[in-house]
Nanobody
Framework: EVRLVESGGGWVQAGGSLRLSCVASGFSFDGYAIAWFHQAPGKDREGVACIVNVDGSTFYEDSVKGRFTISSDNAKNTMYLQMNSLKPEDTGVYFC???????????????????WGQGTQVTVSS
């Protein structure tokens, strides 16, 4: 059974940090693009960070550049999202996902994702 399980969400004051983790089982990250998506209250889900499977490079949505860092440990089949300098607008549910499609840049968030986690809530208070 394929599963992605996120953890690490919680409540933090603005300016604080959180580190999200996502553990995969039932498949390997090798060959997959892996990404984090954010769904703010009442809004659509949007991509924030991705490790593309074309060349292993990273891509970030503009609002998180310089604040968030995506990484992975393929030996542990685990991906991470280090979130620093958090803002109230970062509040929402964060999902990890994996895609076998090949894409670069912003298209990395547009291609179909094969597997999704259940999400972890992040709340940033002002």
């Amino acid at each position: 059974e394929v599963r992605l399980v996120e953890s690490g969400g919680g409540w933090v004051q603005a300016g604080g940090s959180l580190r999200l983790s996502c553990v995969a089982s039932g498949f390997s990250f090798d060959g997959y693009a892996i990404a984090w998506f954010h769904q703010a209250p009442g809004k659509d889900r949007e991509g924030v960070a991705c490790i593309v499977n074309v060349d292993g490079s990273t891509f970030y949505e503009d609002s998180v550049k310089g604040r968030f860092t995506i990484s992975s440990d393929n030996a542990k089949n685990t991906m991470y999202l280090q979130m620093n300098s958090l803002k109230p607008e970062d509040t929402g549910v964060y999902f990890c996902a994996a895609s076998s499609a090949q894409a670069m840049g912003v298209m990395s968030f547009v291609v179909p994702y094969d597997y999704w986690g259940q999400g972890t809530q992040v709340t940033v208070s002002s």
